[in-house]
């Protein structure tokens, strides 16, 4: 008799059963659950692989890397693809387009999850004052979230920028300064709907403070429909940053930034089409990663949007 | 606001013009107080700027004296607030200060760029409208066959492709390998200055002045950046259009209309589509103030001379006040249209009272 296959089972049965022993094991249950639903989701699934090969790539770049992302080799410009040691081709300044490729996920990476941590905190702090507080200073919050909203993104992200000077960390701000609004919204709305509630009540009969109402009994409750949101938005950030990389306000020019690479493949894009053009699928195919995961994960945690959208 | 809604019993009691008249008066209040905030926004990116406002408008070379008269004229030396109230009044009277490029005031550069945006974003819009409605309706009509699943692709990809890039791929295959649509910018250089500009919008201006060699040269222009827009644009209609859809058509009313044996035509198009018409309105203006957005990074691939090019051409040579100008203008076009939208739904839609 087989120890292990005997394990897994036992570790499986445990992952399932209808009456958990503790509430550490619901959650698992629950996780675990939840995690059977995305995998039946093959479009989800798919997002998912695209994005862990990416996080892969970002860690092992200089690895994987067949050239130095910044090396130019004047002699070597604009070799078309599937030239013998730059399968992707070169740049005008004759550095290998795959390394540079390569190296941008790093950067990608570091852009998406900087807004993705910044954004989503500030919405859940505003948003669950607003709500829990009520009143006038829910009032005062909901009206500037209104006026950050009523801002085209992109337009208000390029006066920042403008404002702070070009660079990834500014870049990363405006970002952010205009995306946690919606956070603010959906974290006021949950809020709401808890805040009357029989269990809150309880709580603060038992003397919770305010504070600890908040952190710890409203934000857990806020952070399923805050995941999606992220997960949903990660695919604007990244073309809000290629955007903004691609006017030459993110990334600096030699960093192999995946909107600028565009934008310096602009110039020859009749003649040379690969320059500007494979920086560009390496774009859609992570943002179309984070869509597949984030409708995938949606359908799982939040039942009842359905699966349209 | 927060007041009434404590209150419901007393809302309830009140005459209706009185109700409408203090809703119209909320919202006025709100529209009012997010366009006073947008405006105090943008104030405040053009103090925190590194660029030097008096500098720019001095020279490097002036005198201490000079200097300081500047920055006392421009109210510098006064407080904040004090300074906020300049500025607003400036702006009441459309004044956004003068571009450092052009050496015009912004308003008049922004007048002039303007109608080249509209025209594109308009004729964006109508691609989106007219390809994304009748998608969005037979996907929820057919729910679940290859139709519905293809317009989630068509949508799926319009929500992930940077449109910078669609753009110059656009440009790479209809312009550079097919030939099938004029290059960047609005017109070829031979048919430039033929049309007297009136509206500004060439389309409508060389069909009124009888020049069809203009408007089809300005057509062959506009084409493929209104598609790439309209791409866009039709995504996320035709999304909105099969949800709200499928909204209506699981409802008891539908199955009544069925049972008493209409045409399944009539149940569709007359029945639930004109249920939803008002929801849609409302999310054609959102459409469309984001097409505005879409402007800008579309403006910049076409050299398109509209709001959008002249934002980014500004931004690179550091021309604050025409970025603000252009930031300005974009953001209460997009606070109207958004508010438009919202009244529309509040006051056509009776579920919304």
New interface residues.
């Given amino acids: 008799m087989s120890r292990t296959s005997q394990d897994r089972q036992t570790w499986r049965q445990w992952l399932l059963t209808d009456t958990p022993t503790s509430r550490a094991h619901a959650r698992a249950v629950a996780a675990y659950n939840g995690w059977l639903r995305l995998r039946a989701n093959h479009m989800a699934m798919l997002g998912l692989y695209i994005l862990l090969a990416l996080l892969l790539v970002a860690l092992l770049a200089p690895w994987l890397a067949p050239h130095d992302p910044l090396a130019q080799d004047l002699a070597n410009r604009l070799q078309p693809l599937g030239t013998p040691g730059h399968p992707l081709g070169t740049d005008s300044l004759g550095r290998d387009i795959l390394s540079r490729m390569i190296y941008g996920a790093r950067i990608t990476l570091y852009i998406v999850t900087l807004v993705a941590l910044i954004a989503p905190i500030v919405g859940l702090l505003v948003g669950t004052v607003a709500g829990y507080a ?2 006038w200073t ?2 005062i919050l909901m ?2 979230t ?3 909203l ?7 992200a ?8 070009a660079g990834i960390e500014n870049a990363v701000l405006a970002i952010s300064i205009t995306a946690w609004p919606p956070y603010a919204r959906i974290a006021r709305a949950e809020t709401l709907t808890f805040r009357n509630s029989d269990f809150i009540a309880a709580i603060r009969l038992q003397g919770a403070r305010p504070l600890r109402i908040i952190t710890r009994h409203i934000w857990p409750l806020c952070l399923s429909s805050l995941i999606i949101r992220v997960t949903l938005d990660m ?1 604007g950030i990244i ?1 809000a940053a ?2 903004l990389g ?4 993110g990334a600096r020019p030699p960093s192999p930034e995946w ?1 600028a690479m ?1 934008a310096e493949g ?1 110039k020859f ?2 003649d040379h ?1 690969w320059v ?2 494979m920086p ?1 699928l390496a ?2 195919t992570v ?2 990663a ?3 995961l984030g409708d995938g994960l949606r359908d799982v945690l939040d039942p009842k949007e359905g699966k ?2 | ?2 007041i009434a809604e404590d209150n419901p019993g007393g809302r309830r009691r009140s005459p209706p013009l009185l109700r409408h008249l203090r809703k119209g008066a909320a919202t006025i209040g ?1 529209v009012l ?2 366009m006073l ?2 405006l105090f ?2 104030f405040l ?2 103090r ?3 660029v030097d406002p008096v500098l720019s408008v001095v020279g490097e070379r002036a005198s201490k004296e000079v200097y300081d008269a500047a920055y006392r004229a421009m109210g510098l030396d006064k407080p904040l607030l004090v300074q906020f109230a300049y500025y607003l009044w400036d702006v009441l009277h459309f004044d956004f200060g003068t571009s450092l490029l052009t050496a015009r005031p912004v308003s008049e550069d922004i007048a002039r760029v303007f109608p080249a945006t509209f025209e594109l974003a308009t004729l964006g819009t109508i691609f989106g409208v007219v390809l994304g409605v009748p998608l969005g309706v037979v996907a929820a009509v057919r729910r679940g066959t290859w139709i519905d699943q293809s317009a989630r692709v068509v949508a ?2 319009g ?7 669609l753009g ?2 656009g ?2 295959i209809f312009y ?1 390998i097919l030939g099938w649509v004029g290059g960047p910018r609005r017109l070829d250089i031979f048919y430039q200055d033929i049309v007297e500009p009136r509206t500004g919008l060439l389309l409508l201006d060389s069909a009124l002045q009888g020049e069809w060699g203009v408007f089809r040269n300005a057509f062959s222009h506009i084409i493929l950046p209104a598609s790439i827009l309209g791409y866009y644009s039709m995504a996320y209609i035709s ?1 909105m259009t ?2 709200f859809m ?1 909204e209506q058509l699981g409802a008891e009313y539908i199955v009544t209309a069925r049972v008493k044996g209409l045409p399944e035509r009539t149940v569709i198009w007359r029945h639930a589509f004109g249920n939803i018409k008002v929801q849609l309105i409302t999310v054609i203006a959102l459409s469309y ?2 097409l ?2 879409g402007a ?2 579309t403006e ?2 076409f050299s398109w001379p509209g709001i959008g090019s002249y ?2 051409t500004a ?2 040579s ?1 021309d ?1 006040a025409a ?2 100008g ?2 300005i203008v ?2 209460l076009i ?2 109207l249209l ?1 508010i438009f939208s919202d009244l529309l739904y509040k006051f056509l839609d009776p579920r919304a009272k």
């Fill in positions: 009520g009143g829910d009032a009206r500037v209104d006026i950050f009523a801002f085209p993104r992109l337009v208000l390029l006066a920042f920028v403008a404002a702070l000077g695919a073309l290629a955007g691609f006017l030459g306000l909107g565009v602009r894009i009749l089409w500007a053009t560009g774009i859609f943002s179309l984070f869509n597949l349209s959208g | 606001m927060a709100a107080i997010t905030g947008l926004v943008t990116i053009g925190v700027m590194p799926l990809i929500y992930s492709m940077p449109i910078f890039w110059l791929v440009l790479l550079g999304r099969r949800s499928l103030a984001n505005l957005e800008v990074l910049t691939i934002i980014t931004l690179l550091a604050m970025v603000l252009g930031t974009v953001g997009f606070v958004n």
